[in-house]
């Protein structure tokens, strides 16, 4: 989104490519750097009385970065639920790699 200001000391602040926040205000999600949202739509299995049982759910992830630091957050969370993880991206890039092996199990 390019240059925006007023949230550091009327500094003009830079936000990186991948941003597609507009930082006009003071509120929270103002001043962090936020990516597109990408949705993943599927199933988990909750454990119940020795089964698992499947329940639809979606997930949303992106990028954030809180304005004035440098390090990138995986936010990853159920798109209607209280579930929430940010995962450093060095974090993330593990789970991925770990995921690709397990699948690969199959
Ligand atoms: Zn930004």
Known sequence: MGAVGGVEDDAAV???????????????EDLVHHSR??????ASGDWS????????????????????????????AEEEGLWQVR???AT????LVALRQVLNLL
């Open 14 to 28: 830079s936000c990186p490519v991948w941003c597609e926040r507009d930082h006009d205000g003071v509120h929270y």
């Open 37 to 42: 949202a990408h949705f993943v739509q599927g």
């Open 49 to 76: 009385d020795g089964a698992i049982l499947a329940r639809s759910l979606a997930f949303v992830m992106h990028l954030e970065r809180p304005v004035g630091t440098t390090e990138t957050w995986v936010n990853l």
């Open 87 to 89: 995962l450093d991206v």
């Open 92 to 95: 993330a890039s593990k789970l």
